[in-house]
């Protein structure tokens, strides 16, 4: 499996909806065709993928978004947040996410810095989304940001991740979710 193989498949073969929506069909397809090359991404078997844009922009879509689909509902659907999160950070550093010119490459370079829980690494993300992706992106990301200055955390994460939910909590996920 290859970096490009990588890109193919979800930049050209996938349909930006297929992104966002739970599909049990979908998150098979990404477990059939990539749960081996996403387990050498989580072991840093493929590190050296960060050595260039493409390459690392495969990487983070094999450790912050193809995990979500193959361990969806799991804890380890958030194992590779810290990895992806580095690789992003680097490429936001290398100017990779500046001079790339596909508005939805861009957005998934930034994907990791929207989903961690590090309040800091969400603000950072906010003007980056609002520059290089759109309002709709940089506002999931403020709505991110409230959730953890309320919380530390994303309640919708504890479940999966064996947390327990503080009273609080529940109730605003019995609000947001249903």
């Known amino acids: 499996m290859s970096a490009d193989d990588v890109l193919v498949f979800w930049f050209q073969q996938c349909r930006p909806w297929q992104w966002f929506r739970r599909r049990d069909s979908f998150d098979a397809l990404v477990r059939d065709r990539f749960g081996e090359t996403v387990e050498r991404a989580l072991a840093g078997e493929l590190d050296h993928w960060n050595c260039g844009p493409s390459s690392g922009l495969a990487l983070v879509l094999l450790l912050d978004q193809f995990t979500r689909q193959i361990w969806r509902g799991e804890a380890r659907a958030f194992s590779g947040d810290q990895q992806a999160l580095a690789v992003a950070l680097m490429g936001l550093q290398q100017g990779w996410v500046a001079v790339e010119p596909q508005r939805p490459r861009r957005q998934f370079w930034l994907m990791p810095l929207l989903h961690s829980e590090e309040e800091g690494v969400v603000a950072k993300a906010i003007p980056l989304l609002e520059q290089w992706v ?17 919380f530390n955390r994303y309640p919708q994460r504890n479940a999966a991740l064996g ?16």
Do not use: G, P
């Not at 759109?134 to 309320?150: E, F, G, P, S």
């Not at 947390?163 to 249903?178: D, G």
């Open 134 to 150: 759109d309002a709709a992106t940089a506002d999931v990301a403020c709505r991110n940001l409230i959730q953890l200055k309320r």
């Open 163 to 178: 947390r327990s939910s503080s009273r609080e909590e529940v109730l605003f996920l019995q609000e947001a979710f249903h």
